[in-house]
């Protein structure tokens, strides 16, 4: 089984979410979306029919978001098969939230690694692997 098959987004936090926008926005010509953030599209390599999409995003430095973890980022990491993802990592002692998000775009979960990073993981929607 396949476990992780790429990055899924990259999320921190900041003290002036907007000012810091605007500053990625000017200096490094990230075109933020209105909602915040933006979404890099790619294809697969074993099949380029197959889209994809990171989403890079700021939030705001009192966001309960990433809560238990007191870091200042996640990441959001893509995977096929979330139940068996989750599963495995269970089996194998992982400390895994067993909460479950069903969405219009995808299902997510977390998991802490051992030095307290919140993990999301996230299964798309067919139509969005």
Do not use: C
Request: net charge negative; charged share 30%; glycine share 8%.
């Amino acid at each position: 089984m396949s476990r992780v098959t790429g990055i899924g987004g990259v999320f921190f936090k900041a003290q002036d979410p907007e000012m810091l926008r605007s500053w990625y926005q000017k200096h490094l010509g990230l075109p933020i979306e209105p909602w915040g953030g933006l979404q890099f599209h790619w294809r697969r390599d074993e099949d380029p029919t197959k889209r994809g999409s990171t989403v890079w995003t700021i939030f705001d430095g009192n966001t309960r978001y990433f809560d238990p973890s007191s870091k200042p980022f996640m990441i959001n990491y893509q995977v096929e098969d979330l139940d068996a993802v989750l599963a495995a990592l269970k089996s194998e002692g992982v400390a895994v939230n067993e909460k479950i998000e069903e969405m219009e775009y995808g299902r997510f979960s977390w998991v802490m690694d051992p030095e307290g990073n919140r993990i999301e993981l996230w299964q798309p929607p067919e139509e969005k692997k």
